[in-house]
């Protein structure tokens, strides 16, 4: 007799869910049952937050731009998709990054493993710290370890280890330019764990990457020694949604896109073994036996409110903040001579609009013909929302004089994009990692709801994969004990 399908419903066609759905598929498949999954996305294109727009010959990213290859998911799924031959390295003539310090742009040093410096000499070198400020990051040999497994912001953690300066002229700027957040409220245990471990196992941050160069060679360890610390695909990173929509619905998954979820009701058809009714904004409902929520906290929380208002109310305190991304395309010709290497990142302490910019045909090869040179802007995060109150003109002309002020780019732009992400990026404040568990708790009486996403154990992209990947996995085990 043929065994009817399972069905699973994931909500949310961002990176997570795409990662899930397939995930999904493969599992189930292993698994040896059969699955139907669908796929709902309120949006008319799939992808979330991953846009890729084709402009002319330009290629612009609207959200992501690159992932890091140290977390090995997102390489591992390329591979899977066919996309390994597309995946492009930062370009290795221009690796500088500069940071905005007092009146102008300095080098930061190299060796940086994303907010760390892991070489000494080039840090020395670079007069982004005073004497003094490096003379008490070096105090870190002998600040004993923290006791108590508390939780602890970033910006406490790193002026504990490092002192004020570092913290403020080289961690603070590059942690903003991944969270765009508050160092002060976010949760290193959330964030960066493994500066944790580092000072839990060696005392020292300056020890830990001296001694096991536990940071420094990741990529290479991971398998992946061409690498650079951050890869893209040729064609923009939108061309792994593509292959990933491909690979979904070749795999026999119903895709509904422009179908917004409004409800979601539980029943009880056995004791403890529940069935799900997914409710669309025109009244229909898809029936499931799981259903994996892969929508911004604030989205999942209006859906299992009705259910557990105690998760929700958790969800509730996942706070986001806003961004928007500007991207600027010139004649090559007309950018000074500060336009070099990566780009720059802007420390709050400076007061500036811009958090971060970067020389996007600069940094990868394929963004722009060699006519032109692309930039691309990054406003907004926590403390600096107030200029995307702005219209798009207004924003634009603010960042212009910010670039001009900063990098000497008085040049009209040929062409502007600018991409808004209205609560766009979730926020690991402290005890963010309790909150996870309480959720899981207060979701306890609904087996089969399950949430993946950002919102949760890791913002980037690879991290999504695997966080999608792995609630796949559960859900095939909550399947394989239902049957
Ligand atoms: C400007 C910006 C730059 C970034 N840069 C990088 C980077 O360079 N590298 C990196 O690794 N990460 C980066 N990130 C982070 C990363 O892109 C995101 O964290 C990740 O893409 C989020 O994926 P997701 O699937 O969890 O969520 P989303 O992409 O937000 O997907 C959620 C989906 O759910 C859908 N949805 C919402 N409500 C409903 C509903 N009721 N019914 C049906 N569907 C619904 C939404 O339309 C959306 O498509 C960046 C993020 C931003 C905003």
């Known amino acids: 007799m043929a065994v009817s399908p399972k069905q699973v419903v994931v909500v949310g066609g961002g990176i997570a869910g795409l990662a899930t759905a397939l995930a999904l598929q493969e599992r189930a498949a292993e698994a040896g049952f059969p699955l139907a999954c669908t796929l709902i996305e309120a949006e008319s294109e799939w992808g979330g937050k991953v846009v890729t727009h084709r402009v002319g010959e330009l290629i612009i990213e609207a959200g992501p731009d690159s992932f890091l290859s140290q977390k090995p998911w997102a390489l591992e799924l390329c591979g899977k998709l066919g996309l390994s031959g597309q995946l492009i390295n930062t370009n290795e003539f221009q690796k500088k990054t500069f940071v905005f310090s007092r009146g102008r742009l300095r080098e930061l040093p190299e060796g940086l493993v994303v907010i760390m410096p892991t070489k000494l000499g080039p840090l020395f070198r670079s007069g982004l710290l005073s004497w003094s400020g490096i003379a008490r990051m070096a105090l870190d040999l002998v600040i004993p370890a923290r006791r108590g497994a508390g939780d602890e912001s970033l910006a406490s953690f790193f002026r504990r280890r490092l002192g004020h300066e570092a913290f403020e002229r080289l961690v603070e700027p590059l942690m903003a330019g991944i969270y765009a ?42 398998g992946s020694p061409n690498r650079t610390m951050f890869v893209t695909l040729q064609n923009g990173l939108g061309e792994m949604v593509q292959a990933l929509v491909g690979r979904i619905a070749g795999a026999g998954a119903t895709l509904m896109p422009a179908r917004q979820v409004v409800a979601i009701r539980a029943r009880c058809d056995r004791p403890g073994v529940r069935t799900y009714d997914v409710v669309l904004e025109n009244g229909s409902a898809v029936s499931a036996e799981a259903v994996v929520l892969a929508t911004p906290a604030f989205v999942s929380a209006e859906l299992v409110r009705p259910l557990s208002p105690a998760s929700a109310r958790l969800l509730d305190t996942i706070p986001y903040v806003s961004t928007a991304t500007l991207s600027l395309a010139y004649d090559a010709g007309a950018l000074g001579s500060s336009v070099g290497g990566f780009g720059f ?34 406003v907004g995060g ?29 040049a009209e732009p040929a062409y502007v994009e600018v991409n808004r992400w209205e609560r766009g990026m979730p926020q690991y404040t402290l005890g963010h990692l309790d909150r996870l568990e309480e959720i899981k708790v207060s979701l306890r009486n609904y087996k089969g709801l399950y949430l993946t996403g950002a919102a949760y154990r890791g913002v980037g992209i690879p991290d999504c994969i695997r966080d999608g990947s792995e609630t796949a996995a559960e859900v095939i085990r909550h399947l394989a004990s239902r049957q």
């Open 181 to 222: 957040g508050d160092a002060e409220q976010m949760s290193l245990r959330a964030t960066f764990p493994r500066f944790l471990d580092i000072e839990q196992q060696h005392g020292s941050l300056i020890r830990g990457m001296l001694a096991g160069r536990k940071l420094t060679r990741p990529a290479a360890r991971l």
């Open 345 to 378: 990142v802007v420390p709050r302490t400076e007061g500036r609009d811009l958090i971060a910019a970067t020389w996007t045909s600069l940094k990868w090869a394929h963004r722009a013909p060699p006519r032109q040179a692309l930039i691309r802007c990054y």
């Open 382 to 410: 926590v403390g600096r929302e107030a200029i995307l109150k702005a219209d798009d003109e207004t924003l634009v002309r603010r960042v212009r004089a910010e670039l001009r002020s900063m990098a000497g780019i008085a």
